[in-house]
């Protein structure tokens, strides 16, 4: 087998489509013209390359539904990768017999299904349902912690970031002296304000750490997801690197993504007070409102990226092998034609089929966990910390517009 390692990632993406307008919780501008226009649009790129954006609802869900476009970075180079020097190139697929790593987002068939199927088997409805009481054990603790300290706090540092920390130290069943170091570690790793050196040193300290969690399982197999993977019926058994990358892309893909969600998802509440009077009244209407801020606030600027393995026609538009496709999540989940009045968060909506958790083969494995973190995390917030309300003007709240996953840097907050 060849292992070959993903290329750095960069988002070579024009800055006018990030930039986000008058309202922090609207997709760019940008991107709603673009729709405007037309469902799909091609754009140049930084670099020079071209890349086709993906606005509309229904072209992006089949177009994640379609084996036909690769989300294989390994074998398929993105307009994103490319320096300007390659930008006029043709790309082609580099040829491998098959790939030894485990980083199963960025696979095709049958080697990701192969991965996936071992996963789905780890997401259990019963581990689901013990780590929502550890959620909610976790949630009142840092909630408790932030009222010991006074009256105001920020939400990023104080809870939206170790929650999901910590309930993936559940998952992977990582020894509870060992959360402190690894949620330190974690932290700096997926911070991209941090400098680079700082987080090279802090991800390559995870898979080190991660590599000698793999060898405790093995001798020391516990209930958790990562003793599940090693000591399954796996066939062939996955070996240490795949279990490493497994972990790893696990770690990333369940904590960036829920801790920028939880921080967002307050700033959203906080500035619709008729909706915060909803949670307060009765939590339960988190039960498809979590799946409404989902849709409102989609945190992923551009992306997923995808490559068109052949040539296809989308919406009457030809797309070329070899072409590399944005899916724009936050303007496909803003469709007029999926929602009635599609601008205004509104937590009483019926639940509907957006695409904050993607669609198609790479659907978020962890949707249910990330609802449950997001359910009862925000529940607790509203509720533990009475008349909470913003430090700060809205305008002055720190955006995270420069990064792959949207959301805030801080959010500085006063209670009663």
Known sequence: MTTTKPPTMRRPVPPEMLRRGRCPFDPPAELAKLDDQAPLSRIELLNGAHAWVITGYEQARAILADTRFSSDNVRHRTAMDLRPEEAGEPRRPVELPQR?????????????????????????????????????????????????????????PAFALPLPSLVICELLGVDYADRAEFQERTAVALNLTKPEEERQAASEAIQGFMRGLVAYKREHPADDLLSGLIHGDAEPALTEEEL????????????????????????????????????REDPSVLDNGVDELLRYLSIIHIGPTRVATEEITVAG???????????????????????????????????????????????????????????????????????????????????????????????????S
Request: net charge negative; aromatic share 4%.
């Open 317 to 415: 538009t030809t797309i070329a092998a070899g072409d590399t496709v944005l899916i724009s999540v936050p303007q496909a989940n803003r469709s007029a034609e999926h929602w009635p009045q599609p601008e205004r968060l509104d937590l009483t909506r019926p639940r509907t089929s957006h695409l904050a958790f993607g669609h198609g083969v790479h659907q978020c494995l962890g949707q249910q966990l990330a609802r449950s973190e997001l359910r009862v995390g925000l529940a607790e917030l509203v509720t533990r910390l009475p008349d909470l309300h913003l430090a700060l003007d809205p305008g002055e709240v720190s955006l995270r517009t420069d990064m792959l996953v949207y959301g805030v840097h801080s959010l500085p907050v006063t209670w």
């Open 244 to 279: 490493v990358d497994i972990a790893t892309v696990l770690l990333g893909a369940g904590h960036e993504t829920t801790a920028n969600m939880l921080a967002l998802a307050t700033f959203a509440l906080l500035e619709h007070p008729d909706q915060l009077a909803l949670v």
């Open 100 to 156: 030894a790593d485990g980083r199963f987002l960025f696979m095709d068939p049958p080697e990701h299904t192969r991965l996936r199927r071992l996963l789905t088997g780890q997401f259990t409805v019963r581990r689901m349902q013990q780590l929502e009481a550890r959620i909610r054990e976790i949630a009142v603790e840092h909630l408790d912690a932030m009222r010991a300290a006074g009256n105001s706090g920020d939400v990023v």
